[in-house]
């Protein structure tokens, strides 16, 4: 992928709801090597919607200062690809 393309960003946001559509559809999970990323978040929000008050409610009781991972997975943008501390952006 050529990171300075918004076509290819295009294509790269439409792959990721694919994949994760499909996932979900033979009963998979979102998951990933080092835990859910900015990528992976509106999928993962997407499966576990009936969990997610309850998520943020243990995320607050063991993270009341959010300093794991802030702006990561519950905070995350719905639209990962103009998140502004991606390590390439559309904008690079």
Known sequence: MDTRRADQWQSARKAITEIYEYVRSVNGTTSAEHGIGLSKAAAFKIE????????????????????????????APEDWVTATDLRYSVNS
Request: hydrophobic share 40%; charged share 30%; no cysteine.
């Open 48 to 75: 576990k919607a009936d969990s997610l008050s309850l998520l943020r409610t243990i995320k607050r009781a063991l993270d009341p200062n959010n300093i794991l991972n802030p702006g990561k997975l519950m905070e």
